[in-house]
């Protein structure tokens, strides 16, 4: 039999459900891996990846598979293997190696799933992220949930919304198989960024930087744990296009993380294409820095992320300051919001087996329950609001960023220029810096943070190195 990639050890996986059953108070949970999608055709479909609460109680990625966790104990219901499976795709695992893998208490075919929901005491699930899925749940299940958006906490039922409320608490804060294993991904990427820098050069185009970031992490047995951000068009925050080319004085804005076995890391550089920042670029790369640093340094048990991400722009603030671009008193630009017309997202987000850990279940990870998103332009964005706790694995990740759509918005940048915040002539001589975002991840500690991936440069000077020796050193 092939062997199997698994999200953790047996035993972690058993300590997992364990977990969750104490919790329940005598409910039964059914976590469904998904189905594949075809692109066009049926059998040309996206290469299958299992959803996260699956694979976090389940431990690998079956499609089609649904993980029953009762009180007492546990079911793989999977899809049998047919001859056809085998002569297309190759022999699949049989029962023995799935329960030696998983650890569960049994294994049965998927076709009884409806009597096993059934005959269970108190049935409960949570909502798949893909359609098809989700409308099986709801037929076997008897559910009414919305179809035309994704079906957030406050659509479930009582039932659901405790198993909803105990997974977030249960991988809120991740063990120790999870650290492990996010680490190893956190190594990954260090690779590919590095892989990255080599491939970086005046005349070359974006295309060719992001082939050779991906090729590290597929040759590592990993894979982009999203859509990878390569882009001289540093402004545009979620770019995942690559046809641009690359020459002297642009700066090439970075976001690739690999995911390995399940487990995520996400990170952001920006390199100066010509080896050197100019001097425009590297005051506003040192405010960013800063920035990071700052927060990073406040990371504790205890502290709300919100008054990091605060901190965070309280140094970009004063930054700006000092450069003349913003006008005023820094708590009071920060009050009134300047700063996020060039910090407009959030300082960043829980990261485990998702990139943005939980977050199909919409704020319920994000957000603590006593806790609800702002309104206001920029802290609107902020994807995490909870006091950090041992074992959370989060980004952190300021950036500045020069988009003419914020400057130019009536509501937004003319209004900040009219009350005399904004000086757009000092801006003009920043033209060089498009967009700078620094990012890291980072492990909440009982003494405060182990940066998972201090090990890619971020310092000025060390990326200039990195950048003119085509490459930095492996990780330790």
Not at 92 to 119: C, H, K, M
Not at 173 to 182: E, K, M
Not at 326 to 342: N, P, S, T
Not at 422 to 434: H, K
């Amino acid at each position: 039999m092939p062997s199997l990639a698994c999200s953790a050890e047996p035993e972690t996986l058993r300590a997992r459900r364990a977990a969750l059953a104490r919790t329940l108070d005598g409910r039964t949970a059914f976590f469904f891996a998904g189905a594949e999608r075809p692109r066009n055709y049926p059998a040309n479909t996206y290469p299958f990846r299992a959803g996260s609460h699956f694979l976090y109680f389940g431990g690998v990625g079956l499609a089609g598979a649904v993980l029953e966790v009762g009180p007492s104990a546990s079911v793989l219901h999977r899809v049998p293997s047919t001859p056809e499976d085998a002569l297309w795709h190759g022999p699949a695992p049989d029962d023995e190696a799935l329960q030696a893998a998983t650890g569960v208490d049994e294994i049965r075919d998927v076709a009884g799933l409806a009597d096993a929901v059934a005959a269970a005491r108190a049935p409960c699930t949570l909502p798949a992220v893909d359609l098809a899925t989700r409308l099986r749940q709801a037929r076997i299940f008897g559910l009414d949930w919305p179809e035309d958006r994704p079906v957030t906490v406050g659509d479930l039922d009582e039932g659901d919304r405790t198993l909803a409320q105990a997974v977030v608490e249960i991988r809120l804060r991740n063990d120790d198989d999870a650290v492990a294993r996010i680490r190893a991904a956190c190594r990954v990427t260090h690779a590919a960024h590095g892989a990255g820098v080599a491939a970086m050069a005046p005349g070359r185009r974006e295309a060719a930087v992001r082939a050779a970031i991906e090729s590290v992490m597929l040759a590592h047995g990993a894979e982009p744990a999203y859509g990878s951000i390569v882009s001289i068009a540093g402004e545009i925050l979620h770019n995942t296009t690559y046809h641009r080319t690359l020459a002297h004085g642009d700066l090439l804005l970075v976001d690739a993380g690999a995911e390995l076995d399940g487990w995520a890391s996400d990170v952001t550089r920006t390199y100066p294409v010509g080896g050197r920042f100019l001097p425009e670029q590297r005051a506003l790369y040192e405010v960013v820095l800063e920035a990071q640093r700052t927060a990073i340094e406040a990371v504790a048990p205890g502290v709300r992320f919100r008054d990091l991400h605060l901190a965070a722009a309280r140094v970009l603030a004063r930054g700006l300051v000092d450069e003349g671009i913003l006008v005023g008193e820094v708590d009071g630009l920060v009050e009134a919001g300047a700063h996020a017309l060039f910090f407009p997202h959030g300082l960043g987000h829980l990261l485990g087996m998702d990139v943005h850990d939980m977050e199909d279940l919409g704020d319920a990870a994000g957000y603590a329950p006593d806790r609800t998103r702002s309104d206001a332009f920029g802290l609107c964005y902020l994807r995490l609001d909870r006091d950090l706790e041992p074992g959370m694995v989060v980004t952190i990740e300021p950036g500045l960023y020069l988009v003419p759509a914020i400057l130019e918005a009536e509501h937004l940048g003319r209004a900040f220029v009219e009350r005399k915040m904004v000086d757009l002539d000092r801006l003009e001589t920043f033209a060089s810096v498009r967009g700078i975002r620094i990012e890291d991840d980072v492990l909440v500690t009982e003494e405060g943070a182990d940066v998972l991936t201090a090990s890619i440069p971020k310092a000025p000077e060390a990326v200039e190195a990195a950048v003119a020796r085509r490459g930095f050193a492996p990780a330790g």
